[in-house]
């Protein structure tokens, strides 16, 4: 495993990215909040894809940079949150890959 | 680019996909320059702009500003001289004084758009930190970001509206009847009529 996927530059770019976005926030309509938050996953994204593990960087050139930079709930709510669910799906079964979650079953004690 | 002004307004876009090529700062000063043509409540002129062309200065101003998707070569920063227009006897919140924002960036987009530059405004960002970022004045509000710069070759989707609009059902001829007695909408109020009830129900489902 990799120990530092992120420069400083990159580290502090996203921090100020995530205040500033919590302010912003305050004066904007609710739907922006999923938007703002998909942003920040698609700059984390882009940041790391270089450093990441080969498995890691399919999910990043794959679910997380096809979500739309611009859609809301708006126009789609159904479809909105079922394209979510499905880049939840692909996140979690990455996660359970990655962190090895398949050799472990509920039988073990 | 066409000289017809609507063509020009029927065709600008925003533009979020831009290219590495700076622009020119004598294109810069035509769209300044223009933008003090716009309208002025009072020719007060109020709204004052900052343009940045430096690649470190637009690389922080987008760290603060989580609306600014695209990366431009150069943006103006539309501020309000909220200290000018005490002394002139507006309320900091006037209505007025943001109206005048909305004139001047309009205006510079479509300048822009006739020069054939890409651009589109931000207002998401955090005003103490733009401010502390360009060193502005503390009575100066900065209210708006034009960004600007070469269009790309493509272009992410636009924002998608619920539902467009033609401009007859955004628009009213005259006085309104009296409530209960028009034509169009015995049974549907004017505000769902332009939607919003489909808008609201959406977001609440």
């Known amino acids: ?109 | 680019m066409s000289d017809d002004p609507l063509a020009l307004i029927r065709t600008r876009r925003v533009i979020r996909a831009l290219t590495d090529e700076p622009v020119e700062r004598a294109q810069l000063e035509r769209i300044l320059e223009a933008a003090s043509h716009a309208p002025s409540a009072g020719n007060r002129r109020l709204q004052r702009f900052v343009a940045v062309e430096d690649a470190a200065t637009l690389r922080v101003l987008r760290m603060v500003a989580p609306g600014m998707l695209q990366r431009p070569t150069a943006a103006i920063v539309i501020f309000v001289d909220v200290g000018a227009a005490v002394e002139y006897g507006f309320a900091p919140g006037s209505r007025g004084l943001y109206i005048d924002v909305g004139t001047a960036a309009q205006t510079m987009l479509l300048a822009a758009h006739a020069l054939g530059l890409g651009s589109g405004p931000v207002t998401s960002f955090s005003r103490a930190a733009v401010g502390a970022v360009l060193n502005a004045p503390p009575d100066w509000s900065p209210e708006m970001v034009i960004c600007l710069g070469h269009p790309a070759p493509t272009q992410p989707p636009a924002m998608v509206p619920v539902r467009r609009r033609s401009w007859r059902e955004l628009a009213h001829w005259g006085r309104f009847a009296p409530s209960g007695t028009r034509q169009t909408d015995a049974a549907v109020p004017y505000r769902d009529q332009l939607g919003y009830s489909s808008l609201r129900q959406a977001r609440d489902s």
């Open chain 1, 1 to 109: 495993m990799r120990s530092m996927v992120l420069t400083e530059d990159e580290a502090i770019e996203l921090l100020a990215y995530l205040v500033t976005a919590a302010r912003t926030q305050l004066d904007e309509a609710a739907e922006y909040g999923p938007l703002r938050l998909l942003t920040a996953a698609q700059r984390l994204a882009a940041f790391i894809g270089p450093r990441v593990s080969p498995a890691t960087r399919v999910l990043l050139d794959g679910p997380i940079r096809r979500v739309p930079a611009t859609a809301t709930r708006s126009l789609d709510p159904d479809g909105y949150a079922a394209g979510l669910d499905a880049v939840c799906q692909a996140l979690a079964e990455h996660l359970v890959t990655h962190f090895g979650v398949e050799r472990s079953t509920g039988d073990e004690r």
